[in-house]
């Protein structure tokens, strides 16, 4: 029994609980299933890119590509030469204004950070001479041809791969043989 001085709930108040209790357990629910659509959107995906290459293992060389080729060093020295001379101009300039003695470490510094740019655009400039290299490889067969097909074989590259002769796909109808 309930005690006088405690009214009894109304039937609307009761209603109005049970609602919001619902609608929060639904809210609750429908988080945990997207988060779950989520996780396995995202498994299936990772699936799906992963299907023909090779074991977990063997992850050394994937069969059928080749490395880039070297960088030849008189490509890059005429690659680089600009920015190498301007950077030796700058340092010559950061040099005589540290001469005075107060300000050698700030001119250090400079220096320093030129030398650590330079490095930076040889790598890039590396790279991409490996890269248009690969491009130019003479085979068998043309390249695939369209946009995504460039850009796949770039992202290849910065792995360090370049498919190999044998798997360049054959030429379509519309294409001409070298």
């Known amino acids: 029994m309930q005690p006088p001085d405690c009214p009894s709930p109304s039937a609307r108040s009761l209603i109005a609980s049970w609602l919001s209790l619902t609608a929060f357990v639904l809210r609750a ?17 990772d699936t799906l890119l992963d299907l023909g290459s090779p074991a977990s293992g063997d992850r050394d060389e994937p069969a ?35 001469a005075c003695g107060c300000c050698e470490e700030l001119a250090e510094a400079r ?18 001479l490996r890269v248009a290299a690969a491009a130019d490889r003479p085979s068998e067969q043309q390249p695939a041809f369209g946009e995504w097909a460039k850009k796949y074989r770039r992202m290849l590259a ?9 798997e360049v796909p054959s030429p379509g109808p519309t294409e001409t043989t070298r």
Request: proline share 5%; glycine share 8%.
């Open 29 to 45: 629910l429908a988080g945990k299933a997207q988060e779950m659509a989520e996780k396995g959107a995202d498994a299936v995906k």
């Open 64 to 98: 059928g590509w080749a490395p880039l080729p070297a960088v030849r060093p008189e490509e890059l020295i005429a690659a680089l030469r600009e920015q190498t001379e301007r950077v030796l101009r700058e340092e010559a300039e950061a040099i005589d204004e540290g």
């Open 158 to 166: 910065t792995e360090g791969r370049w498919p190999a002769r044998e």
């Open 111 to 128: 220096v320093l950070a030129l030398f650590a740019e330079l490095g930076e655009e040889a790598l890039d400039q590396a790279h991409a």
